[in-house]
T-cell receptor, first 113, second 116 residues
């Protein structure tokens, strides 16, 4: 069974600074996909970024990038130039294909002035 | 395209009542997935349905919970005789292809069920 672990329940960052959220996972599969979702107070689940395990290049989406370390089973999210609107709960998620996503317990990020 | 629509957004039920949660998938999507988010936890898979068929219900509690996705109309997640432990946010997602979790899903805004 796959597991996803987010060891930082809460984090804070100053506006315009950079923050990194950690995620580790456990799987015996070789081909899989990893995601970061953002859940603002509105509760909407928003897909931030996606990484394919067979691609060595780290995914980037504007101010969001990942550090994917396959051997270490680590998938951290870096947010550059943090903005107040980035305040949200961030979930790391995994799928080996098929029909299910496995989520971590989330990291509450607060961006402060 | 209105996205995945869930209603109601908030639902309050007394213990022992029934809760019905509705999910209308994105236009053209015939695959629906239900997830539950308990307080302080991530989302957990409950059930995957195609039109008129339950494909995978491995995450559904054995009793009191059922789901359907009829040929016409929204998908319904039904919880009978609700208990306080059912209080959670219930999310629906949809896709146009089977096994499309590789691209992540488009989620609705969820229904927050509170059992009093």
């Amino acid at each position: 069974a796959q597991t996803v672990t987010q060891s930082q329940p809460e984090m804070s960052v100053q506006e315009a600074e950079t923050v990194t959220l950690s995620c580790t996972y456990d799987t015996s599969e070789n081909n899989y996909y990893l995601f970061w979702y953002k859940q603002p107070p509105s509760r909407q689940m928003i897909l931030v970024i996606r990484q394919e395990a067979y691609k060595q290049q780290n995914a980037t989406e504007n101010r969001f990038s990942v550090n994917f370390q396959k051997a270490a089973k680590s998938f951290s999210l870096k947010i550059s130039d943090s903005q107040l609107g980035d305040t949200a709960m961030y979930f790391c998620a995994f799928t080996g294909g098929g029909n299910k996503l496995t989520f971590g317990t989330g990291t509450q990020l607060k961006v402060e002035l | 395209n209105a996205g995945v629509m869930q209603n109601p957004r908030h639902l309050v039920r007394r213990r022992g009542q029934e809760a019905r949660l509705r999910c209308s998938p994105m236009k053209g999507h015939s695959h629906v997935y239900w997830y539950r988010q308990l307080p302080e936890e991530g989302l957990k898979f409950m059930v995957y349905l195609q039109k008129e068929n339950i494909i995978d219900e491995s995450g559904m509690p054995k009793e009191r919970f059922s789901a359907e996705f009829p040929k016409e109309g929204p998908s319904i997640l039904r919880i009978q005789q609700v208990v306080r432990g059912d209080s959670a946010a219930y999310f629906c997602a949809s896709s146009s292809q089977q096994g499309n979790s590789n691209y992540g899903y488009t989620f609705g805004s969820g229904t927050r069920l509170t059992v009093v």
